[in-house]
């Protein structure tokens, strides 16, 4: 069965430093990444996704970037941190049928101080 | 864009009895698919149901049931005899068949708190 992985769960960072979340599944090939985030009281932005390795698409400008170095790990990253960044982050899959729901990871709580 | 609207922030049901939690969406696009995804405490979110445009039968999942009313762009989840653990955040999403570019993702809407008293 397919499984995703995804951490760290916690993160406090100050403002300024580097981030980096990485995500990664497994049980699946080819699966279709995406980075999303969710302030608190609201619902999930999409940020990134990926088709494929080295494939990433933005949806969102902003201070963060994605890569996708193998074909089933997707990593979240920023230079430089602002307070805004702050909230949950949650990476998910899906198979590239437009039917196939998608499956999430258990998120990463990214705290800005 | 589409949106997805959810009207209710918050709602509150007690034990064995039933709610419903309402969805609206905006779309010019006449095939397309409609999830609800659970998202408890521990923040992972669990899909719940879906629902392909093109079926008129509403989708069920044991408890879990929609009204999908497409005419509307209504997509209504219904609860029946509600537990402890149905108590969560639930988003409604959409998803276009043809943004196949980006990668078939989601819009989701704000979601519904769901409170279960005993």
Redesign the interface.
């Known amino acids: 069965s397919q499984t995703i992985h995804q951490w760290p769960a916690t993160l406090v960072q100050p403002v300024g430093s580097p981030l980096s979340l990485e995500c990664t599944v497994e049980g699946t090939s080819n699966p279709n990444l995406y980075w999303y985030r969710q302030a608190a009281g609201r619902g999930l932005q999409l940020l990134f996704y990926s088709v494929g390795i080295g494939q990433i698409s933005s949806e969102v400008p902003q201070n963060l970037s994605a890569s996708r170095p193998q074909d089933r790990q997707f990593i979240l990253s920023s230079k430089k941190l602002l307070l805004s960044d702050s909230g949950f982050y949650l990476c998910a899959w899906s198979l590239g049928a437009v039917n196939q729901p998608q499956h999430f990871g258990d998120g990463t709580r990214l705290s800005i101080l | 864009a589409q949106t997805?609207t959810q009207s209710q922030p918050e709602m509150s049901v007690q034990e064995a009895e039933t709610v419903t939690l309402s969805c609206t969406y905006d779309t010019s696009e006449s095939d397309y698919?409609l999830?609800w995804?659970k998202q408890p405490p521990?923040?992972?979110?669990?899909?719940v149901i879906?629902q392909?445009a093109y079926k008129q039968q509403n989708a069920t999942e044991n408890r879990f049931s929609v009204n999908f009313q497409k005419a509307a762009k209504s997509f209504s989840l219904k609860i029946s005899d509600s537990q402890l653990g149905d108590a969560a955040m639930y988003?409604c999403a959409y998803?276009n068949?043809l943004n196949?570019?980006?990668?078939?993702?989601?819009?989701?809407?704000?979601?519904t708190s769901l409170l279960v008293t005993p």
Not at chain 2, 100 to 111: C, I, P, R, V
């Open positions: 997805v698919y999830f995804y521990s923040r992972q979110m669990i899909l879906r392909e988003f998803r068949l196949s570019n980006s990668g078939y993702a989601l819009n989701f809407g704000k979601g």
